[in-house]
């Protein structure tokens, strides 16, 4: 009797686990973030030799006078205060639309100087207006960039040259009478060619009187905490951002080529924080949990030095501000939406559930082991426990039936299949043997085809060869990754290495290699010409060059080699 006690209870004490794991595991994750695209990033590969350029030439940050001997480490400066104590409201987030990124930090730097230089001042010392972001954007890649002999291709910037923009070239309000709304496209057009001499001028006479370098986390909290905004660009990044003492913190698992801004310290608890704003609007990050301005986070000092040790990060100071005149800002806020919509351009959202499949399975096995134990000595019992066996062992199949056994950024994935030959091959088996791969290869290439190579792929690379053209009549894959920072891009990268090459495929950066590795930080040229948003990508060449399919995201196994024999 007290073994059957025994066995009950363990049973219901099974069952229990079951139900509560499977069930954990289905709830969604709040602090998951959405894979980030390059339009929402563009901070330069080369961004940290460049900006140890500008700092050399620039005064070092230093506190002076009384300032300098204050104990900032259990402070709690908010610059949105000001910002908060002028308006009455937050500054509106606005997203970006390209990658311009570089501007948006500057011109966020500028807006919560201003608002400090005025809460300090005389009331009358200036009127406050918007930076405008495109100007910054024209002038730290067109003005200065030239001057330090870099030349952009596609978007993106240095954070240094937007502060020497802003001390040099000045900055351009928003409110300003021939000034047009922001949008994606006359940034890139501003950026390109710099803005038109009617900014350049209007902007001249309002200028950041001091840039200096920030080194450090510590020298960062001092400059926030005596009213000094720092822009901080870096390829830090995150994936999650969870609740941690009472505000939202980003964790450092991932990889943003991106500049933001600093505009808060909090050292008054048993960790210090500092608190980033970013430019993807409002809705880009969890809801704040301290009344800061929505579209930021708090990041930890190991964090915080980590962005500071690149050498991209800039302080600023004394503000000439635009003239006192009046502002209407429902008119500004009607500007700056009415380019892209009442609800704005999109921003990274919240990815669905993701399914946490050895959770679920682990859950699956412990109801299984519960049922077991209670049909134990009983013949009906028994067979009712083998039907429910059966039944949660096709349970996880018919769940995970459409996608894989591991969570490859399954928000990002879209498989765009074009070419109807490659659709009727799926049923096809594969046949795994190097031998096979050639003799395929050499039958797709004496077969011909009717139609012409796409026109869209009509360009060379930074090698000179005509994309899909470097392998002659063979279909090729290209890989599309990141050297740093990309687990993703590792996983994919290392498969290739282990098991792909091992089956005949030649595999690397060399324009003939059957999956050519491109590394998006150093070959811009592919990545812009193929619309390559996300890493890893994976895109399927047909042997005259045109794209077949796409995979964005970690490609499985399969899915990484078989279109490519099926082509061949």
């Known amino acids: 009797m007290k073994t059957d006690t025994i066995r009950r209870t363990t049973a219901s004490v099974l069952l229990l686990a079951g139900v509560l794991c499977i069930g954990h595991a289905c709830l969604p994750r709040p602090d998951a973030i959405a894979p980030v695209a390059f339009n929402q990033l563009g901070l330069a590969p080369n961004h940290s030799e460049a900006a140890a350029v500008v700092a050399s030439q620039t005064p070092r940050f230093m506190l002076v006078g009384d300032a300098a001997a204050e104990d900032n480490a259990k402070k709690n400066v908010r610059l949105w205060e000001p910002m908060l104590a002028l308006r009455g409201s937050h500054f509106p987030n606005v997203p970006q639309e390209i990658g311009d990124c570089v501007s948006w930090g500057a011109a966020n730097a500028v807006n919560y100087l201003q608002a400090v230089q005025l809460i300090r001042g005389p009331p009358d010392l200036f009127e406050f207006a918007p930076a405008f972001p495109p100007y910054i954007y024209g002038t730290s890649r067109v003005t200065v ?293 050639r003799s395929a290869a050499r039958e797709v290439a004496t077969q011909g085809s009717d139609q012409e190579p796409s026109p869209s792929l009509n360009w060379s690379g930074c090698d000179g060869q005509a994309v899909g053209q470097s392998k002659g009549p063979q279909p090729q894959c290209l890989v599309f990754v990141r050297s740093r920072n990309c687990s993703d891009c590792h996983k994919e990268t290392t498969y290739i290495d282990r098991v792909v090459k091992p089956l005949g495929w030649t595999a690397g950066p060399e324009p003939t290699a059957d999956f050519r590795v491109i590394d998006v930080l150093t070959d811009t040229a592919l990545q812009v010409s193929h619309g390559v948003t996300v890493v890893p990508t994976t895109i399927y060449l047909d042997r005259r060059g045109r794209e077949v399919s796409r995979f964005e995201g970690f490609a499985p196994p399969r899915s990484l080699t078989e279109p490519l024999n099926k082509l061949r």
Request: glycine fraction near 10%; charge should be negative.
């Open 145 to 437: 960039g030239a001057k330090h002999g870099s030349h952009f291709r596609g978007d993106g910037s240095v954070g240094a040259y937007a502060a020497e923009a802003l001390r040099d070239c000045g900055c351009l309000k928003a409110t300003a009478k021939d000034c047009p709304p922001y949008s994606g496209k006359l940034a890139k057009e501003w950026g390109a060619s710099g803005p038109p001499d009617w900014a350049a001028s209007e902007a001249k006479r309002y200028t950041v009187e001091t840039i200096a370098q920030v080194k450090s986390a510590e020298e960062i909290r001092d400059a926030v905490c005596h009213g000094f905004p720092v822009t901080v660009a870096s390829d830090w990044g995150t994936k999650s951002i969870r609740p941690q003492d009472g505000r939202n913190v980003g964790k450092h698992d991932g990889m943003w080529p991106h500049q933001m801004c600093c505009i808060a310290y909090d050292g008054s608890g048993s960790s210090p924080y500092w608190y980033l704003l970013n430019s993807w609007g409002p809705n880009a990050h969890p809801q704040p949990l301290q009344g800061e301005p929505p579209g930021g986070f708090w990041v930890d000092r190991k964090s915080m030095n980590y962005i500071a040790s690149q050498g991209d990060c800039w302080a600023l100071s004394g503000f000439d501000g635009f003239p006192a005149e009046e502002l209407d800002w429902d008119q500004l806020l009607h500007r700056s939406r009415s380019t892209v919509g009442a609800a704005g351009p999109p921003v990274p959202q919240l990815p669905e559930p993701n399914v946490m499949v050895p959770q679920i399975l682990c859950g699956v096995l412990l109801l299984a082991t519960g049922i077991a134990l209670l049909s134990l000595g009983n013949v009906r019992r028994s067979r009712l426990a083998a039907m429910l066996l059966l039944a949660l062992t096709m349970a996880p199949t018919a769940v995970f039936a459409d996608e894989p056994l591991i969570d490859f950024s399954v928000a990002s994935r879209r498989a765009t299949t074009t070419d109807q030959r490659v659709q009727q091959a799926e049923a096809q088996p594969i046949n795994w043997t190097p031998a096979a791969f």
